[in-house]
């Protein structure tokens, strides 16, 4: 049988679950208390450091969050300077638009002209070489 706590009842005392015997076996072990102290010991050192590292990895989102507070602003004179440019460059008569007479009168135009074909446009290629062929 091994004199010394297991990995597991080492684990216990760290998350503060561990048993009166494992307890009392701390108190009378020197290395079983040694290797809970460099345990604890290195696990602070990650908490440190993974603190620190959460921090320097927040800083930057800090600084650029403070940033952009003016952000808005500059948004806001950018559209006021496009509004003013726009009621000075364009033109205040807004252009002629055609009426429905005209519209229709252009639509009759083109039917008119499909109509008149002797030969739909998708077969023009074909009766240009029945023409060619004939001569």
Known sequence: MNPHLSDDQIAEVL???ATSATQAHL???A????????????????R???EEQSRAALRPIAIRHSRSRFKP????????GLAIVGLVVLPKDPPSQSTPLQIDTALLSQVD???SRSVPE??????QLVISEGN
């Open 27 to 29: 108190l009378a072990c």
């Open 122 to 127: 998708a077969l023009e290629p074909l009766s």
């Open 113 to 115: 002209v499909q109509v």
């Open 15 to 17: 998350i503060g679950s």
């Open 48 to 50: 440190m450091d993974a």
């Open 73 to 80: 602003l500059y948004l806001s004179l950018a559209a006021a």
């Open 31 to 46: 290395p079983c208390r040694s290797k809970l102290a460099t345990l604890r010991g290195v696990m602070g050192q990650f």
